[in-house]
């Protein structure tokens, strides 16, 4: 069946640094991935998203790559900020066309 | 251009009660999926609605149920309430079944005692 799994349930980055989310996909059939930001009391925040057909998208200080090899997507975050501290989940849009998400990956940024 | 409203956001039933949560969808959207979030995980998808029918359901029981309205929005009813329902219930929408992503709102936080 279709799966999602991040590599890491925690990071913690200094303010200012670059943070890097990794994520591992299942299904070599799925052709749509979205990195959504969702930050404590509140649904799931669009970041960014790739279609299957590339391998890297950026977007203001996020960039998503995909290596379709390895089945392995990351969000990279240029100059980390307090703001963005929250937990970042990527998700997978396979032929069920349903979102199937993982378990996701608690960015803390330290002052 | 209003964005995915959900309601109650906060509730709570007792084990073996039915409840129904409400959903309103992004303008122009056609498409709502319903997901629930245990604490500490991520969304499980439940099931979709597109232009009123049920458009694929993921790996929960029947007495989970849902309609779609002509206006698109939504309701997701739980008969028989177990404690393990307890969780936040998440509402996105889409259009044409998520080609172009999905919209969330904030989620209703149920607890079932």
């Known amino acids: 069946g279709e799966s999602v799994g991040l590599h890491l349930p925690t990071l913690s980055v200094q303010e200012g640094d670059n943070s890097i989310i990794n994520c591992a996909y299942s299904?070599?059939?799925?052709?749509?991935f979205i990195w959504y930001k969702q930050e404590s009391g509140k649904g799931p925040q669009f970041i960014i998203d790739?279609?299957?057909?590339?391998d890297k998208r950026q977007g203001q200080r996020v960039t998503v790559l995909l290596n379709k090899t390895v089945k392995h997507l990351s969000l990279q975050i240029a100059a980390t900020q307090p703001g963005d501290s929250a937990v970042y989940f990527c998700?997978?849009?396979?032929?069920?066309?349903?979102?199937?998400f993982g378990s996701g990956t608690q960015l803390t940024v330290l002052p | 251009e209003t964005g995915v409203t959900q309601s109650p956001t906060h509730l709570i039933k007792t084990r073996g009660q039915q409840v129904t949560l409400r959903c309103s969808s992004q303008?122009?959207?056609?498409?709502v999926s319903w997901y629930q979030q245990a604490l500490g995980q991520g969304p499980q998808f439940i099931f979709q609605?597109?232009?009123?029918?049920?458009?694929g359901r993921g790996n929960f029981p029947p007495r989970f149920s849902g309609l779609q309205f002509p206006n698109y929005s939504s309701e997701l009813n739980v008969n028989a309430l177990e404690l393990d329902d307890s969780a936040l219930y998440l509402c996105?929408?889409?259009?044409?079944?998520?080609?172009?992503?999905?919209?969330f709102g904030s989620g209703t936080r149920l607890t079932v005692v």
């Open positions: 790739i279609r299957s057909n590339m």
């Open positions: 996105a929408s889409s259009l044409d079944r998520g080609l172009h992503g999905y919209t």
């Open positions: 299904n070599s059939a799925s052709d749509y």
């Open positions: 303008s122009g959207h056609n498409t």
């Open positions: 609605y597109y232009r009123e029918e049920e458009n």
């Open positions: 998700a997978e849009f396979g032929v069920s066309r349903q979102l199937t």
